[in-house]
């Protein structure tokens, strides 16, 4: 099992900056892999960015891509979301998630644990 709590949304200026973080807890959460979504009323669960063990890299969505940098700190098993430059689109309720497993991910059925979500909100 893996338990996850984020925090760190709130309301922001387009072209300010949020981190995120995502507290993992559980006796898999040191070998899941992460995930960040997003979500916004109406709309399916969008794809941010997860962990590639392959190459240890992460993968992002081109919407974020050069904007947004995931970071891992394996000492405290807590998952970070650095978003600089925000724009208005990015407003939304932003989830960790974990999966196991050897490959990425994007998929969000693809994920087993999901944090509570926390609200982003960018405005003009």
């Known amino acids: 099992q893996v338990q996850l709590v984020e925090s760190g949304g709130g309301l922001v200026q387009a072209g300010g900056s949020l981190k995120l973080s995502c507290a993992a807890s559980g006796g898999r959460a040191s070998r899941a892999l992460m995930g960040w979504f997003r979500q916004t009323p109406g709309k399916e669960r969008e794809f941010v960015c997860a962990?590639?063990?392959?190459?240890?890299?992460?993968l992002y969505a081109d919407s974020v891509k050069g904007r947004f940098t995931f970071l891992r700190d394996n000492t405290n098993l807590t998952f970070y979301l650095q978003m600089n430059s925000l724009k208005p689109k990015d407003t939304a309720i932003y989830y960790c998630?974990?999966?196991?497993?050897?490959?990425?991910?994007?998929?969000?059925?693809?994920?087993?644990?999901w944090g509570q979500g926390t609200r982003v909100t960018v405005s003009s």
């Open positions: 962990e590639n063990p392959i190459g240890a890299t992460t």
């Open positions: 998630a974990a999966r196991s497993g050897r490959y990425y991910a994007d998929r969000s059925d693809s994920y087993d644990y």
